[in-house]
């Protein structure tokens, strides 16, 4: 009689699943002969999840994850190297090594800002940051406040503070020390301490894309101390990070990865059944496992768990429905513009579109230009994708990034020119003064749009975690944990499995988090079958 091979069926064809079964297949192919019974199901068309490389205007673009955050040991980095993935004739995005240089500041009304405004707030910023990360920060006459102190001394204590409340104070006790500074002149109605809060504002807007938070407010302080950088540059994937799933992928065998089979319903803990786990679809089929890799998104889990939603059968324990719910899972868009490439300015053809960076008055401000869009307002900059490029990139978070998945096209094109013409940024690269540029002239054209849904998408659900204010790291390492829990009344062990960014405690919301956690569970089920060796 043969022997049954386990079942195991892996939910979800992004960089986590796709990583947990090369894995296991290839630990197969190793062994010589079918260790497992290997099924891949994908509720979409195509494979990559999050990951998904696109085209516009005859550029590579990224719909989705866009960086290799530091190349020193990214597993990612090297399987890009490995396949070649690092050099291509065609223009992609970020393709320049850019640095603060490259950038072009303006505050709205078109005031071309003097690094001697922006600099030490830029500086501020980052040394706020570097502090809450735990990296060594350089203690020098500058230094205004001891970071430290400043975050022991915000009410409440460290134990419930947020990134928000903690930089706010920081700016506040900065802007407090100043003394005897000159105010600025020639910037219309800006104070200094108005352009000053709102290079701060510019700063933080950065950084809500950079961590999925809507509010920095909702973002836990001590939590940022445990994720983890790899050193060295971060850069983009010239063939696109979609090379990395295709590699991934071209190593299994035809019909293993299931397109259209979307999950509506996991039952497990079946009792009297050859296979403790069924998988329900919506398109009636069902499918039984003795393992389920689950590695959808944090967003589809919160769906997943709301009452009556009945996605778990029986529902999860109640200390996993708390870690899925503590967590922070938010909303970050990108939203990709061509410039018509034919436009004239002064009787030359434009090819050359800043590196530009947007300092907005605050919402409620009376200094506002009502012309502006409220969706673009907390967008911290408009930049070309690379050197010379007719397409240009900004980013969204929180409600603004919700609010660009309703607009229409021509919407969306109203708005971004607007913004751009407040900023008559069409002769700022040429012009050596730090006035008012507004009357000069001819205002940008874009021709075309594409922007990314992530939010509304109800395979995702958002974009990609955070610990939030009232959750910590041990949630995410809680999320990780496989279903049932050891010794539950001799139900067979390892029914559900978790992987995912979302439940890597350190290296959370990336894209190597998610292949370490697909790892991880590959490694969970090896170990299990005794084929660690293998």
Same mark, same amino acid.
């Given at each position: 009689?043969?022997?049954?091979k386990?079942?195991?069926?892996?939910?979800?064809?992004?960089?986590a699943?796709?990583?947990?079964?090369?894995?296991?297949?290839t630990?197969?192919?190793a062994a010589?002969?079918?260790?497992?019974?290997?099924?891949?199901?994908?509720?979409?068309?195509r494979?990559?999840?999050?990951i998904?490389?696109?085209?516009?205007?005859?550029?590579r673009?990224e719909?989705?994850?866009t960086?290799?955050?530091?190349?020193?040991?990214?597993p990612?980095?090297?399987?890009?190297?490995?396949?070649?993935?690092?050099?291509?004739?065609?223009?992609?995005e970020c393709?320049?090594?850019?640095?603060?240089?490259?950038?072009?500041t303006?505050?709205?009304?078109?005031?071309?800002l003097?690094p001697?405004?922006?600099?030490?707030?830029?500086t501020?910023?980052?040394?706020?940051?570097k502090?809450?990360?735990?990296?060594?920060i350089?203690?020098?006459?500058?230094?205004?406040f001891?970071c430290?102190?400043?975050?022991?001394?915000?009410?409440?204590? @460290? !134990?419930?503070?947020?990134? %928000? +409340?903690?930089?706010?104070?920081? /700016? =506040?006790?900065?802007? *407090? $020390?100043?003394?005897?500074?000159?105010?600025?002149?020639g910037?219309?109605?800006?104070?200094?301490?108005?352009?000053?809060?709102?290079i701060f504002?510019?700063?933080?807007?950065?950084?809500?894309?950079?961590?999925s938070a809507?509010?920095?407010?909702?973002l836990?302080?001590k939590?940022e101390?445990?994720?983890?950088?790899?050193?060295?540059k971060?850069?983009?994937?010239?063939?696109?990070?979609?090379?990395i799933?295709?590699?991934?992928?071209?190593?299994?065998?035809p019909?293993?990865?299931?397109?259209?089979?979307?999950?509506?319903k @996991? !039952?497990?803990?079946?009792? %009297? +059944?050859?296979?403790?786990?069924? /998988? =329900?679809?919506?398109? *009636? $089929?069902?499918?039984?496992?003795d393992?389920?890799?689950?590695?959808?998104?944090l967003?589809?889990?919160?769906?997943?768990i709301?009452?009556?939603?009945?996605?778990?059968?029986?529902?999860?324990?109640?200390?996993?429905?708390?870690?899925?719910?503590?967590?922070?899972?938010g909303?970050?868009?990108?939203?990709?513009?061509?410039?018509d490439?034919?436009?004239?300015v002064?009787?030359?053809?434009f090819?050359?579109?800043?590196?530009?960076?947007?300092?907005?008055?605050?919402?409620?401000?009376?200094?506002?230009?009502?012309?502006i869009?409220w969706?673009?307002?907390?967008?911290? +900059?408009?930049?070309?994708?690379?050197?010379?490029?007719?397409?240009?990139?900004?980013?969204?978070?929180g409600?603004?990034?919700?609010?660009?998945?309703t607009?229409?096209d021509?919407?969306?094109?109203?708005?971004?020119?607007?913004t751009?013409?407040?900023?008559?940024?069409?002769?700022?690269?040429?012009?050596?003064s730090q006035?008012?540029?507004?009357?000069?002239?001819?205002?940008?054209?874009?021709?075309k749009?594409l922007?990314?849904?992530?939010g509304?998408?109800p395979?995702?659900?958002?974009?990609?975690?955070y610990?939030a204010?009232?959750?910590s790291?041990?949630?995410?390492?809680?999320?990780?944990?496989?279903?049932?829990?050891?010794?539950n009344?001799?139900?067979?062990?390892?029914?559900?499995?978790?992987a995912g960014?979302?439940t890597?405690?350190?290296?959370?919301?990336?894209?190597?988090g998610?292949?370490?956690?697909g790892?991880?569970?590959?490694n969970?089920l090896?170990?299990?079958?005794?084929y660690?060796?293998?």
């Amino acid at each position: 009689m043969v022997a049954r091979k386990p079942r195991i069926v892996i939910i979800g064809a992004g960089m986590a699943g796709l990583t947990a079964v090369h894995k296991l297949y290839t630990c197969s192919a190793a062994a010589g002969t079918e260790l497992f019974d290997l099924t891949v199901v994908e509720g979409g068309a195509r494979i990559g999840g999050r990951i998904h490389t696109s085209e516009f205007a005859g550029d590579r673009i990224e719909m989705g994850a866009t960086w290799i955050h530091g190349i020193g040991g990214s597993p990612l980095h090297k399987i890009a190297e490995e396949i070649n993935s690092l050099e291509s004739k065609q223009p992609w995005e970020c393709m320049d090594e850019l640095n603060d240089e490259h950038f072009l500041t303006v505050a709205e009304g078109g005031f071309k800002l003097n690094p001697s405004i922006v600099d030490p707030i830029c500086t501020l910023f980052n040394k706020l940051m570097k502090f809450a990360q735990s990296e060594k920060i350089s203690e020098d006459k500058d230094t205004v406040f001891d970071c430290s102190k400043l975050a022991a001394s915000i009410n409440g204590g @460290i !134990e419930k503070l947020s990134i %928000g +409340s903690y930089l706010r104070k920081g /700016l =506040h006790s900065y802007l *407090g $020390s100043e003394t005897d500074v000159e105010e600025v002149k020639g910037y219309g109605n800006w104070t200094r301490k108005l352009l000053e809060e709102a290079i701060f504002r510019m700063h933080e807007n950065t950084q809500r894309t950079y961590t999925s938070a809507c509010d920095l407010l909702t973002l836990d302080y001590k939590a940022e101390s445990e994720y983890r950088m790899f050193p060295g540059k971060e850069i983009t994937i010239a063939k696109g990070y979609s090379s990395i799933i295709e590699s991934l992928a071209s190593a299994l065998p035809p019909n293993m990865i299931q397109l259209g089979k979307k999950v509506t319903k @996991i !039952e497990w803990q079946l009792q %009297g +059944s050859s296979r403790p786990v069924k /998988l =329900h679809f919506s398109d *009636g $089929s069902i499918l039984t496992a003795d393992h389920v890799i689950i590695t959808v998104s944090l967003g589809v889990l919160k769906a997943g768990i709301e009452e009556n939603s009945g996605f778990f059968d029986p529902p999860l324990p109640s200390f996993k429905t708390e870690a899925i719910s503590r967590l922070g899972f938010g909303f970050v868009n990108k939203l990709f513009a061509e410039l018509d490439s034919t436009q004239q300015v002064d009787s030359q053809k434009f090819n050359k579109f800043p590196f530009l960076q947007m300092v907005f008055h605050p919402p409620g401000s009376e200094l506002k230009n009502r012309k502006i869009p409220w969706w673009m307002r907390r967008t911290a +900059s408009v930049c070309p994708i690379y050197y010379n490029s007719n397409v240009v990139l900004s980013w969204f978070a929180g409600e603004e990034a919700l609010e660009l998945e309703t607009l229409n096209d021509e919407e969306i094109i109203s708005g971004i020119s607007s913004t751009v013409s407040n900023f008559s940024i069409h002769k700022l690269w040429n012009s050596n003064s730090q006035g008012n540029l507004n009357s000069m002239g001819n205002e940008f054209k874009f021709t075309k749009v594409l922007k990314s849904q992530w939010g509304t998408d109800p395979l995702f659900l958002g974009s990609y975690s955070y610990v939030a204010v009232g959750s910590s790291g041990e949630d995410l390492d809680t999320l990780a944990e496989p279903l049932p829990i050891l010794n539950n009344h001799g139900s067979p062990r390892l029914q559900i499995l978790f992987a995912g960014e979302a439940t890597h405690r350190t290296h959370y919301s990336t894209t190597h988090g998610a292949y370490f956690s697909g790892i991880r569970e590959a490694n969970r089920l090896l170990q299990h079958y005794n084929y660690a060796g293998v």
